[in-house]
């Protein structure tokens, strides 16, 4: 299920869902030039920490890696990113998106099992 086109692009709203939460949280922390320097660097670090680390064959990143990981590293980065967005708009004040962001994650696990089950083996 994991490689449904429909669940890929799933997938890939939820990853800019996250940015855009790890930015939104960036931008509601401080004021004046740090206010945009968190709100458009800390996404960026995290979109390059995203496409760095990767699992040698993982069809879910074309399956190159510029970094090549265990797969279960490669989980706990995926789960550390959504659960900082997550977190990032219930600090923000948004606790009903922030809940809905976690809700559409753990769905899209559900849904990618066979993923999931292959980075544990990897």
């Known amino acids: 299920m994991s490689g449904n086109p429909v669940n890929l692009a799933f997938r890939f709203l939820l990853e800019l869902a996250g940015?855009?939460?790890i930015g939104y949280w960036g931008w509601t922390q401080h004021d004046g030039v740090w206010r945009f320097v968190?709100?458009?660097?800390?996404?960026?670090?995290?979109?390059i920490l995203w496409g760095t680390f990767r699992v040698p064959g993982d069809a879910s990143s074309s399956g190159r890696a510029s970094v090549p990981v265990p797969g279960i590293v490669l989980l706990v980065l995926e789960l550390a990113f959504f659960a900082a967005a997550a977190w990032g708009l219930f600090d923000a004040g948004q606790q009903t998106l922030g809940l809905i962001l976690?809700?559409?994650?753990?769905?899209?696990y559900v849904l990618s099992y066979d993923r999931v089950i292959w980075l544990l083996r990897s």
């Open 19 to 21: 940015l855009a939460a």
């Open 102 to 108: 976690a809700v559409a994650v753990l769905l899209h």
């Open 38 to 47: 968190l709100a458009l660097g800390l996404p960026l670090l995290a979109a």
